[in-house]
Each structure stands twice: as C-alpha cells, then as structure tokens.
C-alpha cells in the first residue's frame, strides 16, 4: 500500500478573510497513531503540506516512513500522534471539490498560508493537541512560514523541506523565463489510462527520478476519470501556472517572515536545489537563533525522491519542540 487509509476525510471552508471563502473547500484526511503505551504523556498534531502541482497523497511515503521511525522510538511510547494532510484549494480533491469555481485571480501563497491557518483552527489542533508541527515541502512550506508570521504560536515547530524561499524580488522579465512557469501551461494534462499516464511519465527526466510509490500516487490520485473515459490532472495546469507566479512574492515574504519566528524552525535543503545554494542556506539560518538548517544530497524534489533521507530531519525537529528548543545545531 502506497496510500495512507485516514481515519477522517472531511473538508472545510476556505479561510474566511481571504477571496472565495463562500464557496470554496479544502479536502483534510487525519491519520491516527495511538500511544502504545499507558498513560498517554502527550500527543502531537502534524499539518503536512505538499508542494505546487502535487496532491496530499504524494506526501504519504514520507509519511508512513516519518510515523514508523517515530513509534520505534523509546522516548515516544506514551505519545499518541495524528497526522492531519490536505490538498490546497486549486489542487488536489480540494480541486475536484471546487471544480466549478476553482479560479481566483488573486490567489497567492497568503492565501494558502491563511488556508493552513484555517486547517489548524477548523480541525480543533491548539486546544486538541500538546503540540502542533508542521511539514511543509517547497510552495506549502513556505506558506507555513507565512501563517507562523501571520499568526505566532499557531505552530510550536516547523520542519520546512526545500522551502522556495528568496532574499529578493526576482524582476518579472527574468522569472517569467524559469522553467517552471515557462513550460506548466504547455504540459500534458490528458492521457487515455491511468496505465498510459504511467508510461508516458515513468521513463522521462524529473519523473524517473521520483520514488516509486510517490509516482504511483500521483498516477493514481493526483489525476481524476473524466466523462470522455480518459484521464486528467486533478490540478489545472492554469492553476499550477498561477501558484508559480505568485511566487514574486511569497518566496521573499516567506524568506522574511524567518526573522521574527520565535518557535523551532528546521529547514532542509537539497544541495542540488534550484532554489538555494549553500549560501541562501547560510542567510536563512542567519535570520534566526531559532533556525536551524540541514543541506542533503538531493534536489528540490527531496521530499518525494528521497523521503527515507528526510525521516531524521523531522525526528530532529520534533524532538527540539518536546523537548524544548535546547538542542538546536
């Protein structure tokens, strides 16, 4: 099994201050892991958020790995812990669940940042749970970052994965020519079969690099049976397109919000990022005595090609909020 089975899936309103709060939803699943042990000394509520264009499930081989490594741990056998994992509005079953007026021209990465807020608060996490931590890859960590800024103490930790995170505002001529916003709107977003999907993606570059059972939850949930018998993403690519513009601004308010934290912020990067070097790492941990910083071997899509490599990161950065905020390298 490559997917999670939740104890709940549900979905809530959007984040009420923020535009299309009448009719859009997001799609939560909670994943319940009981204390094994009698009587229960805490429990931990984590939010995981994935990166733009993906789905939650992409994030449940990191997750299963993360929860299996936590329970084997002495320290951890009177501690009960829920995962809490949701699709941002445009992607995901959050996308199929606002099908028919998925489209805000003013969406932004505040906006997702105020949606994981909405999360937190719907879901009863701060009065439910000792202690909240969040997991957010790249486009969702970064929110995380902003909703801690927005809202301090929302959070008690953070362990940010390949945050696409910047010192700067990139001029538009320049980033209107990056990969990822140059080429999304003129991806594929249709294939026959799921079978087809699999073919087409499995041998080529970015794909092939994936681990096999995030692949196979992309394949199998990050795409939706259309009415034509074919296939398609669940996330429109105009959808994806906008979220990677918005970036302008949400990679430097991100990068900024960092200096005011006052909660353990662990941050990972890949050492073939194309988003930080070993320098940008350096300033971002500089921000903040309360930012500490990992460089791994891997690329920006770590998380989802790798996730066995991030398992101790997050185990570092929960035992830093258990413990207390003592033990930062």
Not at 123 to 130: F, I, V
Not at 239 to 266: Q, W
Request: charged share 20%; aromatic share 10%.
């Amino acid at each position: 099994m490559t997917r999670l089975e939740p104890v709940l899936s549900t979905s809530i309103p959007v984040h009420p201050a923020t535009q299309g709060s009448d009719v859009q939803r997001l799609a939560v699943e909670k994943h319940t892991y009981p204390a094994p042990m009698q009587p229960v000394e805490r429990s931990l509520a984590f939010v995981w958020s994935h990166a733009n264009g993906f789905c939650k499930e992409m994030m449940h081989p990191l997750m299963r790995r993360f929860a299996t490594q936590l329970r084997s741990l002495p320290a951890y056998q009177h501690t009960s812990f829920d995962f809490y994992a949701w699709d941002a509005r445009n992607q995901g079953d959050s996308a199929r669940l606002n099908a028919d007026h998925i489209h805000v021209p003013t969406y932004g990465w505040l906006d997702n940042a105020m949606d994981t807020v909405q999360v937190i608060n719907e879901m009863g996490l701060k009065k439910n749970y000792d202690k909240v931590i969040g997991v957010g890859h790249s486009f969702g960590g970064s929110a995380m970052i902003i909703a801690e800024f927005f809202f301090p103490h929302i959070f008690d930790g953070l362990c940010i994965l390949e945050a696409v995170i910047a010192k700067q505002f990139v001029p538009y001529k320049i980033r209107s020519n990056f990969p990822a916003i140059k080429t999304t709107l003129k991806r594929r977003d249709t294939w026959p079969s799921r079978e087809e999907c699999f073919k087409s993606l499995s041998g080529r570059p970015f794909w092939r690099d994936l681990h096999p059972e995030v692949l196979q939850n992309f394949v199998q949930y990050a795409l939706y049976d259309t009415e034509e018998g074919t296939v398609k993403l669940k996330c429109p690519k105009e959808e994806e397109h906008l979220v990677y513009l918005a970036g302008a601004y949400g990679s430097p308010v991100a990068f900024n919000s960092l200096k005011s934290v006052t909660v353990p912020v662990h941050m990972v990067h890949g050492d073939k990022s194309t988003f930080t070097d070993a320098s940008t790492a350096g300033d971002i941990k500089a921000l903040s005595h309360h930012v500490s910083s990992a460089v791994l071997d891997g690329s920006h899509m770590i998380p989802v090609e790798k996730p066995d490599a991030l398992v101790p990161e997050i185990v570092y950065l929960t035992e830093r909020v258990v413990m207390g905020d003592r033990a930062k390298l």
